[in-house]
């Protein structure tokens, strides 16, 4: 599933260069995860390292975007495909 920045965010700002899809940017109040972007570093790391990185435990998997492992793979393989 994707992930989910809660409003507990402080906007350290450390989370989004982190993020090897591009898939958070700065919100109106705070950090957001765009969902069609996040594989939750599936086929990039072995954790996601927002989470690594979040100095305040505000990032959750989003219950309104559940994924499974494979999912996320597939999700990885579509956004990293070279344009033909």
């Given at each position: 599933?994707?992930l989910?920045?809660?409003d507990?965010?402080?906007?350290?700002d450390?989370?989004?260069?982190?993020?090897?899809?591009?898939?958070?940017?700065?919100?109106?109040?705070?950090y957001?995860?765009d969902?069609?972007?996040?594989?939750?570093?599936?086929?990039?790391?072995?954790?996601?390292?927002?989470v690594e990185?979040?100095?305040v435990?505000?990032?959750?998997?989003?219950?309104?975007?559940?994924?499974?492992?494979d999912?996320?793979?597939?999700?990885?393989?579509?956004?990293?495909k070279?344009?033909a």
């Amino acid at each position: 599933m994707s992930l989910l920045i809660t409003d507990e965010c402080i906007n350290c700002d450390v989370c989004e260069p982190e993020c090897p899809n591009g898939a958070i940017s700065q919100g109106e109040e705070i950090y957001q995860i765009d969902p069609n972007l996040c594989t939750e570093c599936v086929g990039h790391f072995e954790t996601s390292q927002c989470v690594e990185v979040c100095p305040v435990d505000c990032i959750i998997p989003d219950p309104e975007h559940r994924e499974s492992k494979d999912q996320l793979q597939q999700k990885y393989l579509a956004l990293t495909k070279p344009a033909a």
